[in-house]
């Protein structure tokens, strides 16, 4: 395979891609023994999980059924605005459904705090969240992920869906920015 030209642009690795899918495997598998009689709704909060999402079901060998929703609250900018913006909404109705909602990474926790409620005002009979990555020093609301694959400092992070102005998201590791790039 050619050379990543993106890897330059990255200061170090902190999860490579086989920490990556070992993880993932044994979310998939902590998963597989809660909801194997559940038929639950996967909901991929897009863009940022469509990579964690794709693997996660697949090491999750469960009768479910998958959904998207879009979100925006930071748009090209470094911290949340607060104001999380539905971009491309459900498609199904969700009432009395067991959610397992999938997100590439809790931050402030100000996406997953609204979506939380949006989806419990919508019916949903249940809501369990699933992270790959956990920031909890920049939190800003009460909320907590239920399934975390990896707790992550306080550094801006890129790779396996995680975008800096939606480039990087293909790097199949997750790394951190050089700060000379954002700075
Ligand atoms: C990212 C990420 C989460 C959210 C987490 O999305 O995918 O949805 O931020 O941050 P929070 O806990 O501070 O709300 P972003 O708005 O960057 O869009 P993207 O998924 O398209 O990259």
């Not at 330059?8 to 009689?37: A, N, P, T, Y």
């Not at 992920?145 to 396996?160: H, K, L, N, R, S």
Request: net charge negative.
């Amino acid at each position: 395979m050619a050379k990543s030209t993106m890897d330059q642009d990255l200061s170090k690795v902190l999860f490579s891609e086989e920490q990556i899918r070992q993880r993932v495997q044994e979310l998939g598998d902590e998963l597989f023994e809660r909801f194997k009689d559940r038929n639950p709704l996967f909901v991929g909060v897009l863009k940022g999980c469509f990579l964690f999402m794709s693997d996660l079901i697949r090491a999750c060998q469960i009768k479910s059924e998958i959904e998207f929703i879009a979100v925006s609250s930071y748009g090209d900018e470094f911290a949340s605005s607060g104001n999380v913006q539905i971009t491309r909404d459900l498609q199904h109705d969700i009432t009395g459904r067991d959610l397992i909602v999938v997100e590439d990474i809790l931050d402030s926790g100000n996406t997953l705090y609204f979506l939380t409620q949006y989806f419990k005002a919508k019916g949903a009979a249940s809501v369990t969240i699933v992270t790959l990555l956990d920031k909890p020093a920049r939190r800003e609301k009460p909320i907590h992920a239920d399934y975390v694959g990896f707790e992550t400092p306080d550094e801006f992070v890129v790779g396996y869906g995680l975008d800096f102005k939606q480039q990087y998201r293909n790097v199949p590791y997750i790394g951190v920015m050089k700060p000379e790039l954002y700075q």
